[in-house]
Each structure stands twice: as C-alpha cells, then as structure tokens.
C-alpha cells in the first residue's frame, strides 16, 4: 500500500467543478435543520446546513443564490444567543429567516420582540398577502405550524408585515428591495398546508434558482470525479456490507471505473438466513462479475466467545473487521482508495446533530480503517441524504428491493442475540427472523415499517407442549416506524399478522416456545436491544 495521508474529502478544485447553485442553511439548532435542507433539495436546488456562526467567506462564491436561517431553541432576546456575521446580509443574495431566524434578523436590521409568556406550538390560521412573490399561488388563509415563544413587534425600519394570524400581528415581514425574508412559521413543516410553495417561490421566484440539483447531474459529475482522481494505473476498494449505500457507490464506481474497483464483501457469521449467499448472487446478476467473498465466520465467532457486553461486542466486531479487511485484499496490487457509503447527516457539523444521542451506542464499527491502510477516501455520497440516495440508486439502474431493504447494523446479529453468542442461538434468532420477515412480506407489510427484525433473549421461560412441559427460549419481534432512525415508535402491526409469526416461530423454530412483540418507542428506549 501507499503510505499516503488519508483525505477527508474530495479537492477544493473538483469540489468547484459540482458548479450547482446552492442555499446556504445556517443552523441555530432546530429539530428542522436538516427537514430545510431536504425540501431545498427536493425542489432540485442543493443546499448544505453550516453552523450559525459560520464566517459567509467559506461558502461566498458564485453559485451562492440564497440563504436561510433556521429555528432554534434560543431566544434572542437572551445575552449571547446565537448570532450569524452580519455580513450575510451584505452578499447580494436574498436571505430568509424562520422562527428563530426572524427573530435574528428583526434585531440585527433594528426591529424588536417581546417575550411571550407562554410558547406557540402548532397548527394556527394565517392571513397573508398574495400580492406578495414569496406568496404566489397560495391561498389568502391557510393553515400554518408555529412553534416560539418569541415574537416580533416593532417591524425593522422599510420592511412590511406580509402575514399575521390571530395573535401575531407580524408573522412575516419582508424588504423586496434587500432581499431579506422572514417567517414566523415553518415552511418546511408537512403540517404547513402551502409551506412547499413558499419554498419554490423562495427559491426560483426570489433566488432565480434553474433547478440545477438533479440525480442525472450528480452521477455525471461524480463519475467526473472519480475518473480524474483515480489513476489509470490505480484501485479502489469497496467493503460491500449488502445494504444501500454501498450498492450504490458499488454502481458509481461501476459506472466510472469499471473492473479497477474491488468489491470485497465479509461474511462475519453475523448475518441473516441466506443473506451471504443472497448478496453475491445479487452482485454477480446486478454487476456481471464476482465480488471477492471471505467467510470469516469462524475468526469472527471464535474472537466472540463468551463476550456478553453490547460495546465490547462493537468493538472486537470492528477490530476483526479491519484484520480480515486488511488480509483480505493484501494480494490486489497499487490500491490506492477506499470507497465508503458516507452520507450527508454523517458528515454535518450542525448545531442540532451535537447531542447526547450520538455517543449512545459506538455506530462507526470501522472507523480505523482508512488510517490502518494508509489510502484516501472516496466518499461519493457525502453530500446527500438517504432517500437521494435511493433516487440515485434507482438511476443507477439498481433493483427496488436492494433500495429499500430495512437498515441492517453492522455488528448485525451480535446486537440481537443477547448475552453471549453461539452458532446455536444465533441460527435459533435467524431462523425465527426470517419467518417474521417473510410474513411482514406475505401481509404486504415489509415496506409499511422503517426496520423489522427478531430478537433472542437471554432468559428461558416454562411452556407446554403436548403433554410435555418445555422450559425453553423467549423471542421478541420488533417493529418500528421512523423517518431517519433518530426517534421512532413502535408499528401497530396487525394482530393477524403477529399471531401468525407467533405461530409459525413456536411451530418450525425449535427452541422457542413464547414470542412478545416490542412496544416500545425511542427514546425512551433504543430501536435495537444492545
Ligand atoms: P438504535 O438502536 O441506536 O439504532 O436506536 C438506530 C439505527 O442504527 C442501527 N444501529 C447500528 N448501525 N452499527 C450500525 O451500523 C451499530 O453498531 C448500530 N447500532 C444500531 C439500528 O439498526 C437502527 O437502524
């Protein structure tokens, strides 16, 4: 291997070449930081979420069209509460604020608030001014989704209330002369009935956007990108972990460099019923060659052994990983990258991803990896979220049910036999597994639920069983809706769905004899059990 310095990313000079217009969002922390970002992009304008304070020279340039200030839970009125540079208002693109980010604006251009005694939240009936072109196409009253506690009061000097509401005398305000925009409301919200519109207007009527932000553009330029970097006479190689975004850097790479790309897939005996087989055979038919397979069932369980700790099992999970990784493509000459499904809430360094919830269970299993193996990155989807990258995938020509598989974690079935791990209960928990997936299938079910899986605990219960008394083991079946995996509840399945589960597990799975159904959201609890 080359000893190379790994590299975060891609060079400021290719970065250039991806000449999208782009929204800047500076994030004061609201829950809808990242929900701005997406319906930006969903109307084919790329945006990209920087903190609040973030000096407007880094991301200034000519395809700078337009920016955005978010919600927060600050109030403005408050000694040393989150301020952008004021020289975003000098920029010659128009600005908008929402929620927290009127407020900002109200004060920074001269305006004033008032603290309310109590927060707004939710829906609230909205008059406005339709003559106005961040407006247009929306109805005189509509419903909007409110959420502050402060408000503005004292309008800064030559801008003009545009929408009020029973309470809220200024709900918008707007200089069409500067440029500079303000909500009260959450366009970006499902609940605001023409929030979608307003955003468009904002964007195309305002901003001038061309919709530039497209899937076909995105692979064109990222082929781009990878064949310029990637040597004629280097390779890159992929870890292929059977799920989405891997598939999908899998085909971009395809699609760029062809047979210079080492797809390299580890079984590390963690896996579901027929899922190692099922990802080669789905690679050779979908890709037309084979992707190099290693069993490393046996190093994997053996290092295991006995380990009943959830971290502990990360770790060792993680530290095989990298030995078999490294092992396993020692033979292939001049690899100089490794590819990796990053995405985008992976990579932000936003106000509102910095939580507890990030350090609540070690997700990045193979973090070392780069840096063992001295090679640069290729992170072809770091700048989009996940359902752009089953668009992406879907014109990649890959298949709907590699797209929209449930998420799998890494430390796959570790994370789902409780206490120690052995070939016996983890064939139990495969077995039991497949029968419930393949049920949420047959009721037509699978694509109703964020994630669905089995299971097994760590206790036995007493059963009985023809004339017999059975003392065996106890399964739990979890089911969950959610949007990102951040939060979630648990799916109101149909009884007749999980008796039937229930049935055909106590029935075909030997070993088990009692199967409870999950009921129970995140937070408080987790959506996986370890
Ligand atoms: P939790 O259990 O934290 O899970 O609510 C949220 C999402 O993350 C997945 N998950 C993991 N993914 N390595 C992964 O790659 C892990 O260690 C890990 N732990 C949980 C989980 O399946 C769910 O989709």
Aim: charge should be negative; hydrophobic fraction near 40%; proline fraction near 5%.
């Amino acid at each position: 291997f080359s000893a190379k310095i790994s590299n975060p990313g891609l060079g400021f000079i290719k970065e250039k070449k991806m000449a999208h217009q782009k929204v800047i969002i500076l994030d004061f922390g609201s829950q809808y930081t990242q929900l701005i970002a997406r319906k930006v992009r969903e109307q084919g304008v790329f945006s990209e979420i920087v903190p609040f304070d973030t000096d407007p020279k880094s991301f200034a340039d000519e395809n700078l069209i337009g920016i955005i200030l978010s919600g927060g839970p600050a109030s403005a009125l408050e000694k040393d509460s989150p301020r952008p540079y004021s020289g975003i208002l000098e920029l010659g693109v128009p600005v908008i604020g929402i929620c927290y980010g009127m407020q900002v604006l109200a004060l920074m251009l001269g305006g004033g608030l008032s603290a309310s005694s109590s927060r707004e939240y939710g829906r609230a009936a909205i008059r406005i001014d339709i003559s106005e072109p961040l407006f247009s196409g929306v109805e005189r009253e509509s419903i909007v989704w409110m959420s502050h506690g402060d408000h503005v009061i004292n309008l800064p000097e030559n801008f003009r209330a545009c929408a009020s509401t029973e309470t809220l005398p200024i709900a918008a305000f707007q200089n069409i002369e500067r440029g500079i925009y303000a909500l009260q409301f959450h366009p970006e919200v499902h609940h605001t009935e023409r929030g979608t519109d307003i955003i468009r207007n904002f964007l195309y009527t305002i901003c001038g956007a061309r919709g530039d932000w497209t899937m076909s553009s995105f692979i064109e330029t990222q082929i781009e990108i990878v064949r310029e970097r990637v040597g004629s006479d280097e390779n890159v190689v992929l870890g292929l972990s059977g799920g989405v975004d891997s598939a999908v850097v899998a085909a971009l790479l395809d699609r760029a460099i062809g047979d210079r790309f080492y797809p390299v897939f580890v079984n590390n005996g963690l896996l579901r019923l027929g899922e190692a087989v099922q990802v080669c055979s789905d690679f050779k038919r979908h890709f037309g060659r084979e992707l190099i397979y290693i069993d490393a069932t046996e190093t994997f369980l053996r290092n295991l052994s006995g380990v009943e700790d959830p971290e502990k099992k990360r770790k060792i999970i993680g530290g095989t990983f990298i030995d078999v990784f490294l092992e396993s493509v020692s033979h292939i000459n001049n690899i100089n990258y490794l590819a990796q499904g990053t995405l985008y809430p992976d990579v932000i360094e936003s106000v509102s991803t910095k939580g507890p919830s990030a350090v609540i269970k070690s997700h990045h299993n193979v973090g070392g990896l780069p840096d063992k193996l001295g090679l640069e990155l290729i992170e072809p989807l770091r700048k989009l979220f996940k359902d752009e990258v089953r668009k992406l995938g879907a014109k990649l020509g890959l298949p709907r049910k590699m797209l929209w598989r449930h998420p799998f974690p890494g430390p796959g079935l570790a994370v789902r036999v409780l206490g120690a791990i052995t070939p016996e209960r983890l064939e139990i928990l495969r077995r039991a597994d497949n029968i419930f997936i393949e049920e949420l299938h047959n009721f037509g079910q699978y694509d109703n639920v964020w994630q669905a899986f089995a299971v097994l605990l760590p206790v036995k219960s007493v059963g009985v069983m023809g004339d017999e008394r059975t003392y065996e083991h106890v399964l739990a079946l979890r089911a969950v809706d959610s949007v990102d995996g951040m939060t979630a509840d648990w799916s109101r399945l149909p009884d007749n769905l999980l008796a039937r589960c229930s049935s055909r597990i106590i029935n075909e799975v030997k070993g088990v004899n009692r199967v409870c159904y999950d009921i129970s959201s995140k937070p408080p609890a987790t959506i996986e059990w370890e």
